[in-house]
Protein backbone atom coordinates (compact mmCIF):
# COMPACT_ATOMS: atom_id res chain seq x y z
CA UNK A 1 0.00 0.00 0.00
CA UNK A 2 1.39 3.30 -1.00
CA UNK A 3 1.09 6.64 1.24
CA UNK A 4 -0.21 9.41 0.24
CA UNK A 5 1.29 12.46 1.80
CA UNK A 6 -0.31 15.83 1.34
CA UNK A 7 0.28 19.31 2.33
CA UNK A 8 -0.89 20.51 5.72
CA UNK A 9 0.63 23.37 6.64
CA UNK A 10 3.54 25.88 4.90
CA UNK A 11 5.77 26.60 3.88
CA UNK A 12 7.37 28.64 6.91
CA UNK A 13 10.26 29.33 5.09
CA UNK A 14 12.65 27.38 6.85
CA UNK A 15 13.74 23.81 8.18
CA UNK A 16 11.48 22.41 10.67
CA UNK A 17 11.52 19.42 12.89
CA UNK A 18 10.67 17.87 15.92
CA UNK A 19 7.30 17.08 15.49
CA UNK A 20 4.87 15.57 18.70
CA UNK A 21 1.42 15.33 19.33
CA UNK A 22 0.11 16.89 22.69
CA UNK A 23 -3.00 15.38 22.67
CA UNK A 24 -4.87 17.99 20.52
CA UNK A 25 -2.76 19.66 17.93
CA UNK A 26 0.74 18.47 16.74
CA UNK A 27 3.68 20.70 17.75
CA UNK A 28 6.92 21.19 15.81
CA UNK A 29 9.99 23.23 15.38
CA UNK A 30 11.08 26.03 12.79
CA UNK A 31 15.18 26.80 12.76
CA UNK A 32 16.09 29.99 11.14
CA UNK A 33 19.24 32.37 11.18
CA UNK A 34 20.63 33.75 12.69
CA UNK A 35 19.70 31.78 15.90
CA UNK A 36 18.84 34.35 18.32
CA UNK A 37 16.13 35.81 15.80
CA UNK A 38 12.01 35.67 17.12
CA UNK A 39 11.56 33.40 13.92
CA UNK A 40 13.19 30.45 15.75
CA UNK A 41 9.84 28.78 17.11
CA UNK A 42 7.54 26.34 18.41
CA UNK A 43 4.35 26.02 15.78
CA UNK A 44 1.35 24.68 16.53
CA UNK A 45 -0.73 23.09 13.65
CA UNK A 46 -4.68 22.08 14.56
CA UNK A 47 -5.62 19.22 12.22
CA UNK A 48 -8.98 20.32 12.84
CA UNK A 49 -9.30 23.76 11.66
CA UNK A 50 -6.12 23.83 9.59
CA UNK A 51 -4.63 26.73 11.40
CA UNK A 52 -0.98 26.80 13.03
CA UNK A 53 -0.35 29.38 15.39
CA UNK A 54 2.76 30.43 17.78
CA UNK A 55 3.30 27.84 20.49
CA UNK A 56 6.48 29.43 21.51
CA UNK A 57 9.03 32.20 20.40
CA UNK A 58 12.84 32.96 20.36
CA UNK A 59 14.18 29.24 21.08
CA UNK A 60 17.36 29.44 20.00
CA UNK A 61 16.90 26.61 17.23
CA UNK A 62 15.26 24.06 19.36
CA UNK A 63 15.24 21.03 17.10
CA UNK A 64 14.19 18.46 19.25
CA UNK A 65 10.88 17.91 21.22
CA UNK A 66 10.06 15.65 23.77
CA UNK A 67 6.76 14.50 25.59
CA UNK A 68 7.38 12.90 29.58
CA UNK A 69 4.80 10.87 30.98
CA UNK A 70 3.08 13.52 32.80
CA UNK A 71 3.32 15.65 29.98
CA UNK A 72 6.16 17.67 30.74
CA UNK A 73 7.75 19.20 27.72
CA UNK A 74 11.46 19.38 26.88
CA UNK A 75 13.83 20.48 23.88
CA UNK A 76 16.88 20.04 22.52
CA UNK A 77 18.19 23.89 21.94
CA UNK A 78 21.08 23.30 19.02
CA UNK A 79 21.76 26.97 19.28
CA UNK A 80 21.66 27.16 22.75
CA UNK A 81 23.76 24.24 23.22
CA UNK A 82 21.42 23.16 25.84
CA UNK A 83 18.10 20.93 27.41
CA UNK A 84 15.48 23.14 28.38
CA UNK A 85 11.93 22.45 29.86
CA UNK A 86 9.23 24.61 28.26
CA UNK A 87 6.69 25.66 31.28
CA UNK A 88 3.07 25.18 31.03
CA UNK A 89 2.96 29.46 32.49
CA UNK A 90 4.90 30.06 29.18
CA UNK A 91 8.68 30.06 30.85
CA UNK A 92 11.41 28.37 29.76
CA UNK A 93 13.90 26.81 32.21
CA UNK A 94 17.54 26.02 30.80
CA UNK A 95 17.92 22.44 32.18
CA UNK A 96 21.73 20.88 31.03
CA UNK A 97 24.39 22.81 29.27
CA UNK A 98 27.57 20.59 30.71
CA UNK A 99 28.94 17.00 31.03
CA UNK A 100 31.99 17.13 33.09
CA UNK A 101 32.17 21.09 33.26
CA UNK A 102 32.44 21.42 29.67
CA UNK A 103 29.45 22.55 27.56
CA UNK A 104 27.33 19.88 25.53
CA UNK A 105 28.15 20.04 21.46
CA UNK A 106 24.99 20.72 19.57
CA UNK A 107 22.00 18.44 21.26
CA UNK A 108 19.83 17.44 18.42
CA UNK A 109 16.88 14.72 19.28
CA UNK A 110 15.73 13.52 23.04
CA UNK A 111 13.44 10.74 24.15
CA UNK A 112 11.95 10.75 27.66
CA UNK A 113 11.31 7.41 29.83
CA UNK A 114 8.97 6.62 32.32
CA UNK A 115 11.38 7.47 35.10
CA UNK A 116 11.48 11.01 33.94
CA UNK A 117 14.68 10.50 32.88
CA UNK A 118 16.16 12.06 29.40
CA UNK A 119 18.05 10.31 26.60
CA UNK A 120 19.41 13.31 24.33
CA UNK A 121 22.14 12.78 21.65
CA UNK A 122 24.84 15.71 21.16
CA UNK A 123 26.11 15.31 17.89
CA UNK A 124 29.08 17.85 16.71
CA UNK A 125 28.14 21.00 14.89
CA UNK A 126 29.31 24.34 13.35
CA UNK A 127 29.48 26.02 16.51
CA UNK A 128 29.89 30.24 15.10
CA UNK A 129 25.75 30.02 15.54
CA UNK A 130 25.77 28.62 19.04
CA UNK A 131 24.13 31.73 21.31
CA UNK A 132 24.58 30.35 24.65
CA UNK A 133 27.23 30.04 25.85
CA UNK A 134 29.27 32.59 23.34
CA UNK A 135 31.86 30.71 21.02
CA UNK A 136 33.82 27.64 22.74
CA UNK A 137 35.21 24.37 22.54
CA UNK A 138 33.23 21.26 21.27
CA UNK A 139 33.69 18.02 23.57
CA UNK A 140 36.02 15.60 22.14
CA UNK A 141 33.54 12.60 21.86
CA UNK A 142 30.01 13.08 20.10
CA UNK A 143 27.50 10.89 21.86
CA UNK A 144 23.86 10.33 23.76
CA UNK A 145 23.60 11.79 26.87
CA UNK A 146 21.22 11.34 29.82
CA UNK A 147 20.19 13.51 32.26
CA UNK A 148 18.88 11.43 35.32
CA UNK A 149 17.57 14.22 37.36
CA UNK A 150 15.65 17.85 35.17
CA UNK A 151 15.62 18.89 38.78
CA UNK A 152 19.76 18.72 39.50
CA UNK A 153 20.95 19.60 35.71
CA UNK A 154 24.36 19.78 35.07
CA UNK A 155 25.25 17.13 38.38
CA UNK A 156 23.44 14.14 36.60
CA UNK A 157 24.37 14.02 33.32
CA UNK A 158 25.94 10.81 32.07
CA UNK A 159 27.48 9.64 29.03
CA UNK A 160 25.79 6.54 27.75
CA UNK A 161 27.63 5.73 24.58
CA UNK A 162 31.78 5.64 23.98
CA UNK A 163 31.85 4.24 20.34
CA UNK A 164 29.05 6.80 18.75
CA UNK A 165 30.67 9.62 16.03
CA UNK A 166 27.40 11.31 14.95
CA UNK A 167 24.19 10.21 16.58
CA UNK A 168 20.95 12.11 15.13
CA UNK A 169 18.01 10.48 16.68
CA UNK A 170 17.25 8.56 19.91
CA UNK A 171 14.32 5.78 20.88
CA UNK A 172 13.01 3.59 23.77
CA UNK A 173 11.44 0.24 23.01
CA UNK A 174 7.70 0.21 24.07
CA UNK A 175 9.36 -2.18 27.20
CA UNK A 176 12.32 0.61 27.34
CA UNK A 177 14.70 -2.41 27.34
CA UNK A 178 16.39 -1.15 24.31
CA UNK A 179 17.96 2.58 23.30
CA UNK A 180 17.35 2.83 19.55
CA UNK A 181 20.48 5.27 17.87
CA UNK A 182 20.72 6.67 14.38
CA UNK A 183 24.09 6.71 13.47
CA UNK A 184 24.30 9.47 10.45
CA UNK A 185 27.35 10.74 9.24
CA UNK A 186 27.39 13.61 6.12
CA UNK A 187 31.01 12.47 5.52
CA UNK A 188 31.46 10.44 2.32
CA UNK A 189 33.51 7.25 4.20
CA UNK A 190 31.21 7.89 7.37
CA UNK A 191 28.99 5.77 9.17
CA UNK A 192 24.92 5.36 8.47
CA UNK A 193 23.06 2.78 10.84
CA UNK A 194 20.28 2.17 13.03
CA UNK A 195 21.53 0.49 16.14
CA UNK A 196 20.11 -1.34 19.21
CA UNK A 197 21.20 -1.26 22.70
CA UNK A 198 20.12 -3.19 25.21
CA UNK A 199 19.41 -1.61 28.47
CA UNK A 200 21.74 -3.30 31.20
CA UNK A 201 20.34 -4.25 35.18
CA UNK A 202 22.78 -1.80 36.03
CA UNK A 203 21.46 1.48 34.10
CA UNK A 204 24.22 1.24 31.58
CA UNK A 205 23.98 0.23 27.62
CA UNK A 206 24.89 -3.16 26.24
CA UNK A 207 26.85 -3.43 22.93
CA UNK A 208 24.84 -2.04 20.02
CA UNK A 209 23.06 -4.49 17.43
CA UNK A 210 23.44 -3.44 14.17
CA UNK A 211 20.28 -3.20 12.40
CA UNK A 212 20.60 -1.75 9.52
CA UNK A 213 23.38 -0.03 7.43
CA UNK A 214 22.11 2.28 4.92
CA UNK A 215 25.05 1.91 2.14
CA UNK A 216 25.87 3.17 -1.39
CA UNK A 217 24.24 2.36 -5.05
CA UNK A 218 25.27 4.14 -8.59
CA UNK A 219 23.18 7.13 -7.38
CA UNK A 220 25.44 7.75 -4.62
CA UNK A 221 25.72 7.40 -0.87
CA UNK A 222 22.35 6.21 1.20
CA UNK A 223 22.08 9.23 3.81
CA UNK A 224 20.75 7.83 7.20
CA UNK A 225 18.21 8.53 9.33
CA UNK A 226 17.37 11.95 10.28
CA UNK A 227 14.57 11.31 12.46
CA UNK A 228 12.14 8.23 13.78
CA UNK A 229 9.32 7.43 16.07
CA UNK A 230 7.71 4.51 16.90
CA UNK A 231 4.43 2.78 16.06
CA UNK A 232 2.01 0.81 18.56
CA UNK A 233 3.97 -2.38 17.34
CA UNK A 234 7.26 -1.33 18.70
CA UNK A 235 8.13 -0.80 14.69
CA UNK A 236 10.74 2.09 14.28
CA UNK A 237 9.29 4.88 11.69
CA UNK A 238 12.28 6.78 9.92
CA UNK A 239 13.06 9.49 7.75
CA UNK A 240 16.10 9.00 5.63
CA UNK A 241 17.63 9.84 2.44
CA UNK A 242 17.69 12.19 -0.06
CA UNK A 243 16.96 13.01 -3.65
CA UNK A 244 20.38 14.15 -4.49
CA UNK A 245 21.96 11.00 -3.99
CA UNK A 246 20.89 7.20 -3.25
CA UNK A 247 17.46 5.97 -3.66
CA UNK A 248 15.85 9.35 -2.42
CA UNK A 249 13.94 10.88 0.26
CA UNK A 250 11.82 7.58 2.14
CA UNK A 251 10.03 6.49 4.95
CA UNK A 252 11.11 3.53 6.57
CA UNK A 253 9.74 0.94 8.70
CA UNK A 254 11.92 -1.51 10.37
CA UNK A 255 11.12 -4.37 12.73
CA UNK A 256 12.37 -4.41 16.29
CA UNK A 257 14.68 -6.65 15.07
CA UNK A 258 16.24 -4.33 11.78
CA UNK A 259 14.19 -6.30 9.04
CA UNK A 260 12.75 -3.44 6.64
CA UNK A 261 9.25 -3.74 7.00
CA UNK A 262 8.43 -0.73 4.23
CA UNK A 263 9.97 1.92 2.31
CA UNK A 264 7.73 4.99 1.17
CA UNK A 265 8.66 7.93 -1.05
CA UNK A 266 8.48 11.13 1.10
CA UNK A 267 8.53 14.64 0.73
CA UNK A 268 12.10 15.71 -0.62
CA UNK A 269 14.25 17.09 2.37
CA UNK A 270 11.92 14.95 5.15
CA UNK A 271 13.96 15.87 8.39
CA UNK A 272 11.77 13.66 11.26
CA UNK A 273 7.96 12.16 11.67
CA UNK A 274 5.74 11.84 14.32
CA UNK A 275 2.35 9.99 14.71
CA UNK A 276 -0.96 12.25 15.64
CA UNK A 277 -4.56 12.93 15.55
CA UNK A 278 -6.28 11.50 18.20
CA UNK A 279 -6.47 8.16 16.87
CA UNK A 280 -2.50 8.51 16.53
CA UNK A 281 -3.32 7.16 12.94
CA UNK A 282 -1.87 9.98 10.83
CA UNK A 283 1.69 9.80 10.48
CA UNK A 284 3.58 13.88 9.88
CA UNK A 285 6.42 14.62 8.35
CA UNK A 286 8.61 18.06 9.07
CA UNK A 287 11.26 19.06 5.86
CA UNK A 288 14.01 21.01 4.95
CA UNK A 289 12.18 23.48 2.78
CA UNK A 290 9.43 24.38 5.38
CA UNK A 291 6.33 22.37 5.29
CA UNK A 292 4.68 19.89 7.09
CA UNK A 293 3.14 16.84 5.40
CA UNK A 294 0.71 14.09 7.01
CA UNK A 295 -0.54 10.94 5.39
CA UNK A 296 -3.81 9.14 6.55
CA UNK A 297 -3.25 5.90 5.09
CA UNK A 298 -0.74 4.07 6.76
CA UNK A 299 -1.62 1.33 7.95
CA UNK A 300 0.03 1.96 11.17
CA UNK A 301 -1.08 3.84 14.25
CA UNK A 302 1.64 5.57 16.55
CA UNK A 303 2.19 5.12 20.36
CA UNK A 304 3.65 8.02 22.91
CA UNK A 305 4.84 7.71 26.38
CA UNK A 306 2.30 10.39 27.30
CA UNK A 307 -1.39 10.06 27.45
CA UNK A 308 -2.97 12.67 28.13
CA UNK A 309 -6.22 13.23 29.99
Known amino acids: MSWNFRLA ?55 GLGFSRSGTLYGCQWAGRRLVRFNRDGTTSALSHKIGGLYHNKPKDLVVDSQERIWFCDPHGDLRDAIYPQISDKLDHASVLRLQTPE ?91 NLSGPGSLVYVFSPAGRVLETQPAP ?3 TNCAFGDPDLATLYLTTESGSLYRAIDTGHTGWTLFQPG
Open 9 to 63: AGPFGSSLDGPVWDGEALLFTRQALPANSINNRILRYDPFTGETTNFRRWTNQTI
Open 152 to 242: APDSSVQRMTFDTDSPSAVLLSLDERTLYVAESSIEPGGVRELRAYPLLSNGTLGNYVLLHSFGADSQGPHLGISGMCLDSNGNVVACAGS
Open 268 to 270: EGA
